[in-house]
C-alpha cells in the first residue's frame, strides 16, 4: 500500500493547476464527476486514517500530506463552481468534503507541538503550518454555503468543534466564530440554537476527555463568542448564557482530565461529581447518569461500598415502578435485559441493598427493603420475593444489635494556595475516614498526590499571603458531628448500638474546639479562664454520601465562656456514665475495667477535682455578683452535678456485682468515696433519683433514659435550688380516659413502663446495700399526672384530686431541666417513705405537714 500511495503522491505531485481544470472538465456528466469526487474524498479519508508510512518517515509523511492539500483545494474549488447552486447542490458531497477536511487538519503527523523544536522549525521553514491552509478553505467553504448551511447543523458541530481544539492560536482565531454563524443561521430558522447547544455540549465532553482543548481554548472561546453575539441584539442574551454554560462545562473537564489518569484516584471521584452536578443542573439526563455509573466504578474498585450504594441510588430515584421503557442507557452487562423501569429499579435496589450491607450501613439497607417489599406485597403480589426480602431485613436488624460497628472519624482539610486545582484552590473540605483510620495514616494519604505541598500545622484560617501564594499548603485537623435532633429517639431508652449511628452518619455539620487563655491566669484552678473558640462547618451534603467528602459551604465561630465550657464537660461526663451503665446492663459480658476507671476517676479525691473547681471558680459570691446574667447557667451546673450522684450510684452498684475478689477492696474504697461525695452533693444541690425503663416483652434489662432540653432551662432556679419556695405550675387532673383509651394504655404499660428509684433512707448507706428496684416499682399512666394518682391506683375524686395538684417543693417528678428523667427533690434529708402510701400521697403529706 505504501507503493500504491507513493506512486499516487509522485502522479499528483506533476499535476498542475491546469491538469486538474482539464480532467474536471473530460467528465461526460455531471453524475460521473460527483461519483469520481465522492470516491476520491473517501480514499483520502482513508489513507489519511491509516497512516501508511511510519511516524519518523516525516519527509513521506509531509511530502503526501502537501499533495493530498493541493488536490483537496482543487476539488474544493470544482465543489463551489458546480455543485453550489440550487438546482445542482448535493448535500453528501459537501459533508464528505468537510469530513475530509477536518481528518487532514487535526491527523497526527500535522500536529507540530508535538515536534521536538528542531523538528517543527524544520517543517515549518520547508512545507509551512498546512493546519492554517486547510483551516481557512474549511472556513471559506463555511460560509459560502449561505442558506444552505442549516442542512449542516447539528451534523457538522462535531467536526468543526474538533478543528477548532487544535491548539494552533490562528487557526483557533479563525475557525471559533463559526460557531456563532452556526447560532445565527439555527435562531433566525427557529427562535432557538438548541440542536446546535446539545450537540457542542454533547461533543466537548468526549473531545475534551479524549485529550483535546486548554485553558486558552476556554478564554479565546468566551472572548470572541461574547464579542460576536454583542454585535446582534437579538442573540445578545441567550448567546451568554450559552458561553458561561459552555465555559463552565469546560473548566470541570479540564479538572477531570488533570487528574483522570492519577495513580490516587481521590480527586478524579469530586471532578466526577463535578460534573454530573453541572449535567443535572441544564437537564441532560444521559450524560448525568454516565457519570453516575463512572463514580459508582471508581467507589467500588476503592471498596467505598457505602459511598457506591449512595450513587446508584441516584439513577434508581429516576425510575418509577412502572412498565416503560428505560428511556436513557445504562452501563452494566445486565441492562440489555432489563427493558422496563420496574426491572432496572428493581436490580438496582438489589445491588444497593448489597453495596450497603457491605458498607455496614443497615439502616439505610432496611429503608431500600421495605420499599421491594411494599412492591412485591401490594402491587407484583411476589410472594415468594417478599419472603427473601423480609429475611434479609430481619438480618440486617441481627447485625444493627450484634456486629460490631465503628463510627468514623472526620477530618477538616484547606488547600490553600494558587498551586492546586481550581476545584480544590482555598477550599475546605470535611472528609469521613475509613475504619480504624488514625489521623497521621490518613494525612499521608492526603498529601501522596501532592508531595510539594508544605502541611500547615496552625489550625486556624491562613492569611493572605498564604491563599495568594503560587505554592500548595494542606491543613487537617480532626472534627466532631454535630449531632442534629433526632426527634424519633428522643425521651427514649435505646441501645447503644442504634444511637451511635446517628450520632456520626446523616450529618451536615462539623465542629472544631480550640482553648484559650483569657484574663488573669489562675495556676490552681485553669476552669476559671478556660475559653473556648468553637468553628461549626456546614458541608453542601451529609455524609455519608456520593462522596467521601464534601466542601465547606459556610463556617460559623463563637466564643464559649469558661462557665459554658463546664456546662458541656459535665454534660458530656453524664452522658458518658449513662452510656457505660446501659452497655453493662445491655450486655452483662462486658469487660469491668472501663467502668472501673470511669467511675474511679470520678468519685476518688485524689483523682477528681471538677467539682472543687468549679465551685471555685463560679460558685462563689464574688463571681455571681459581677456576673448575674449567669444566673441560670450556675443553676444548670448545679444541677448537672446533682444528677451525676444517682447515676454513679448505679454504676457502682453494677460494678459491686461484677468486681472479683481481689478487686473488691477497690470498689470497697470507690465506695466510701462515694458516700463522703454524695453527702457533700446532695446537702448542697440536692437529691435526684433516676427513670428507668424495662421491657417486660422481650426481658430487657433497665436502663436510663436523659435527652438532654437546654430550652427549659429559664426555669432552672426555681426548680433546682434547694432552698427555693417557690412552686411549679399546679397541673390539672387528667380526664377520665375512655374503655378503648383504657385498653390501649393497658397494651401500652404491657410494653414498657417508666420506674423511679427507691428514696434513700439514709444518704450514707452503703450502694451494695440499697434496696433493688424491683421491690419498689410505682407504675404511673401515660396519661395521668402523678398527683392525681391515688394509693390503689385509681383517679381520685374531685377534691383528692385538687388537693394532690398542691405545689411540691419537696419532690417532683417531671422532668429536670437539664433533661434528665426522675425526681428532683430538696437537699434537706426526708423520713423513709411507706411503701403502703403511693408517692403522690406522701408528698401531699410532706407538703401539708411543712405548712
Excluded at 469530586?270 to 441532560?284: A, G, M, P, Q
Excluded at 417489599?373 to 440486617?396: C, G, N, P, T
Excluded at 472534627?479 to 429517639?489: F, G, H, I
Excluded at 398542691?806 to 426526708?830: E, H, M
Aim: hydrophobic letters at 35%.
Amino acid at each position: 500500500q505504501s507503493h500504491y500511495v507513493a506512486c499516487m503522491a509522485t502522479i499528483l505531485s506533476q499535476m498542475d493547476k491546469d491538469h486538474y481544470s482539464t480532467y474536471i472538465q473530460a467528465f461526460p456528466s455531471r453524475p460521473e464527476l460527483m461519483d469520481f469526487l465522492m470516491e476520491t474524498f473517501i480514499l483520502f479519508k482513508d489513507l489519511i486514517g491509516k497512516t501508511v508510512y511510519p511516524g519518523d518517515w516525516v519527509v513521506m509523511n509531509m511530502v503526501q500530506n502537501r499533495e493530498f492539500l493541493r488536490a483537496i483545494n482543487q476539488f474544493a474549488t470544482t465543489l463551489t463552481e458546480m455543485f453550489l447552486s440550487d438546482s445542482n447542490f448535493e448535500l453528501q458531497l459537501w459533508n464528505n468534503y468537510f469530513h475530509l477536511a477536518v481528518a487532514f487538519l487535526t491527523q497526527d503527523s500535522l500536529q507540530l507541538e508535538n515536534f521536538s523544536p528542531a523538528k517543527r522549525n524544520s517543517i515549518l521553514a520547508k512545507y509551512g503550518d498546512m493546519r492554517a491552509t486547510i483551516g481557512a478553505s474549511i472556513r471559506d467553504m463555511w460560509y459560502s454555503l449561505g442558506q444552505r448551511k442549516i442542512e449542516f447543523i447539528p451534523g457538522m458541530v462535531g467536526p468543526i468543534l474538533e478543528m477548532t481544539l487544535v491548539p494552533e492560536l490562528e487557526l483557533r482565531r479563525s475557525t471559533i466564530p463559526i460557531f456563532f454563524d452556526m447560532m445565527l443561521c439555527e435562531h433566525r430558522l427557529t427562535g432557538s440554537f438548541s440542536r446546535f447547544e446539545d450537540e457542542i455540549l454533547r461533543r466537548l465532553d468526549s473531545e475534551v476527555e479524549g485529550g483535546r482543548g486548554d485553558e486558552q481554548y476556554m478564554q479565546l472561546f468566551r472572548s470572541i463568542l461574547l464579542s460576536c453575539c454583542q454585535s446582534h441584539p437579538e442573540l445578545a442574551k441567550p448567546g451568554e448564557d450559552f458561553v458561561k454554560l459552555v465555559s463552565e462545562l469546560l473548566e470541570r473537564l479540564l479538572d477531570y482530565r488533570a487528574v483522570m489518569n492519577d495513580e490516587n484516584k481521590t480527586y478524579s471521584m469530586s471532578c466526577t461529581v463535578n460534573l454530573l452536578n453541572f449535567y443535572k443542573e441544564i437537564d441532560r439526563q444521559a450524560m448525568y447518569i454516565r457519570y453516575l455509573y463512572k463514580l459508582k466504578d471508581l467507589h467500588i474498585s476503592y471498596e467505598n461500598y457505602t459511598e457506591g450504594a449512595y450513587t446508584l441510588l441516584l439513577h434508581a430515584r429516576l425510575l418509577t415502578w412502572s412498565e416503560e421503557s428505560n428511556a436513557a442507557p445504562v452501563p452494566g452487562p445486565h441492562s440489555p435485559h432489563l427493558h422496563t423501569q420496574r426491572q432496572l429499579k428493581e436490580a438496582l435496589y438489589n445491588q444497593i441493598i448489597e453495596y450497603f450491607d457491605q458498607g455496614k450501613m443497615w439502616e439505610e439497607a432496611i429503608h431500600i427493603c421495605k420499599e421491594l417489599a411494599e412492591q412485591y406485597e401490594s402491587h407484583v403480589f411476589d410472594y415468594e420475593m417478599l419472603s427473601d426480602i423480609l429475611q434479609r431485613e430481619a438480618k440486617f436488624y441481627e447485625k444493627i444489635l450484634k456486629v460490631l460497628r465503628p463510627s468514623p472519624d472526620y477530618f477538616a482539610v484547606g488547600y490553600y494556595g494558587q498551586g492546586f486545582p481550581t476545584f480544590l484552590r482555598n477550599k475546605v473540605f470535611i472528609y469521613r475516614g475509613k475504619e480504624y483510620e488514625r489521623r497521621e495514616d490518613f494525612e499521608m494519604r492526603l498529601l501522596s498526590p501532592f508531595p510539594n505541598a508544605e502541611k500547615l500545622k496552625s489550625t486556624s484560617p491562613p492569611g493572605q499571603d498564604i491563599t495568594d501564594s503560587p505554592g500548595q499548603y494542606i491543613q487537617c485537623f480532626t472534627v466532631q458531628p454535630a449531632e442534629e435532633a433526632k426527634v424519633r429517639l428522643k425521651g427514649r431508652s435505646i441501645p447503644e448500638q442504634i444511637t451511635n449511628f446517628y450520632k456520626a452518619n446523616h450529618v451536615q455539620r462539623f465542629s472544631y474546639s480550640r482553648p484559650f487563655k483569657r484574663g488573669p491566669n489562675d495556676p490552681d484552678n485553669e476552669f476559671a479562664n478556660m475559653w473556648i473558640e468553637r468553628t461549626t462547618f456546614r458541608t453542601a451534603y451529609p455524609l455519608p454520601g456520593i462522596l467521601r467528602w464534601f466542601v465547606v459551604t459556610s463556617t460559623e465561630t463563637i466564643i464559649i465562656s469558661p462557665l459554658q465550657n463546664a456546662i458541656e464537660t459535665m454534660m458530656k461526663t453524664n452522658e458518658k456514665i449513662m452510656s457505660e451503665i446501659n452497655r453493662h446492663q445491655n450486655d452483662p459480658s462486658l469487660p469491668i475495667n472501663p467502668l472501673s476507671m470511669l467511675l474511679n476517676g470520678i468519685v476518688d479525691p485524689a483523682v477528681m477535682g471538677g467539682f472543687a473547681k468549679y465551685e471555685k471558680a463560679f460558685f462563689q459570691e464574688p463571681y455571681m455578683q459581677e456576673h448575674p446574667e449567669d444566673a441560670v447557667n450556675i443553676e444548670k451546673l448545679k444541677d448537672l452535678i446533682a444528677w451525676q450522684i444517682p447515676m454513679l450510684a448505679e454504676g457502682i452498684r453494677i460494678h459491686g456485682q461484677k468486681v472479683t475478689e481481689d478487686l473488691r477492696p477497690f470498689h470497697e474504697r470507690m465506695e466510701q468515696c462515694f458516700e463522703q461525695l454524695r453527702a457533700k452533693v446532695e446537702s448542697q444541690y440536692g437529691v435526684r433519683e433516676m427513670m428507668f425503663f424495662e421491657d417486660r416483652r422481650s426481658g430487657r434489662p433497665r436502663s436510663i433514659a436523659w435527652v438532654p432540653d437546654w430550652d427549659r432551662l429559664s426555669h432552672a432556679g426555681a426548680r433546682q435550688s434547694p432552698h427555693s419556695t417557690e412552686a411549679p405550675p399546679t397541673p390539672k387532673p387528667a380526664p377520665r380516659p375512655s374503655e378503648s383509651e383504657d385498653h390501649r394504655n393497658e397494651r401500652r404499660e404491657n410494653r414498657s413502663s417508666s420506674i423511679f428509684g427507691p428514696r434513700r433512707q439514709d444518704p450514707r448507706q452503703s450502694v451494695s446495700e440499697l434496696p433493688e428496684l424491683k421491690d419498689e416499682k410505682w407504675r404511673l399512666s401515660c396519661n395521668m399526672s402523678e398527683s392525681s394518682l391515688s394509693s390503689d391506683g385509681k383517679q381520685p375524686p374531685p377534691s383528692q384530686a385538687a388537693a394532690g395538684a398542691q405545689p411540691r417543693a419537696a419532690g417532683s417528678s417531671s422532668p429536670s431541666p437539664t433533661g434528665f428523667g426522675g425526681r428532683v427533690k430538696s437537699a434537706s434529708k426526708l423520713p423513709p417513705l411507706p411503701r403502703k402510701f403511693s408517692p403522690a400521697v406522701y408528698e401531699t403529706f410532706l407538703e401539708q405537714s411543712d405548712a
